[in-house]
């Protein structure tokens, strides 16, 4: 039986054939022909606020990615609050932290997940210091090690309305998808993170607006764009 839950919202494992799936799978897409002349490997997720749906846009996404047959690593670099080893239903006693923090050799501390291809790096203990962790060295060249050993490696982050920590990573990947929600994320608010993503020098990929009702009244889908 799978460990993962059915409530996880990781529709595109458990429900690969639904709209919503697809979607994800379209969004995979759209991030490949965006960067004809310079591929994306290593893609940051993050919103504006908590609650816009960064965490289950990034999960699904590496779902996507790994169902395709390619090497797919996800880290969870939100060293706040930290929910992919919930998601993916892992232990979280050994993670980034400890990799960041020399405690332990990455490949030690890497889980595989459910889904083959897809290994999970979790968030390890919260540091008290979150954003000093983050600026080290080390993460740069954990990252330059990522992907020799991966096809793609994805990051969940900390809204960036809340704290810096996403523009710190966004530098070290190769481009940024910034998570909005229909209703809830406000136009100053995103372009506010926009600007301080630019001022970072990010590569900007695009931007998914979720929890959008649907033409046909019910659900809702994610579209995609700059």
């Known amino acids: 039986m799978s460990r993962i839950s059915l409530d996880c919202k990781?529709?595109?494992y458990t429900?690969?054939?639904s709209p919503l799936a697809e979607a994800y799978r379209t969004l995979r897409t759209n991030i490949m022909f965006s960067a004809i002349d310079r591929p994306v490997r290593t893609i940051l997720v993050t919103s504006a606020e908590p609650g816009d749906g960064k965490t289950t846009t990034v999960a699904?996404?590496?779902v996507t990615y790994a169902r395709e047959g390619k090497r797919t690593l996800i880290v969870d670099a939100d060293l706040r609050k930290p929910s992919l080893h919930y998601m993916f239903m892992r232990s979280n006693r050994s993670g980034l932290t400890h990799a960041l923090l020399r405690e332990n050799d990455w490949p030690d501390i890497v889980q595989k997940t459910d889904i083959a291809g897809l290994h999970l790096m979790t968030a390890g203990s919260i540091p008290p210091n979150p954003t000093e962790v983050l600026s080290s060295k080390r993460l740069q060249e954990l990252?330059?090690?990522w992907r020799q050993r991966y096809d793609v490696v994805l990051f969940d982050t900390p809204p960036l309305l809340a704290?810096?920590?996403a523009m710190i990573l966004s530098a070290l990947c190769d481009g940024v998808i910034l998570v909005v929600k229909a209703g809830k994320t406000k136009i100053p608010a995103?372009?506010?993170v926009l600007g301080?993503?630019?001022f970072a020098k990010a590569r900007m990929l695009g931007t998914v607006l979720n929890h959008k009702k649907?033409?046909?009244g019910s659900g809702y889908h994610y579209a995609y764009g700059r």
């Open 60 to 62: 699904n996404l590496a």
């Open 190 to 192: 995103a372009r506010k």
């Open 163 to 165: 704290v810096t920590d």
């Open 143 to 145: 990252v330059e090690e």
């Open 10 to 12: 990781l529709v595109a």
């Open 196 to 198: 301080q993503l630019e």
């Open 15 to 17: 429900n690969g054939n």
């Open 214 to 216: 649907s033409s046909r």
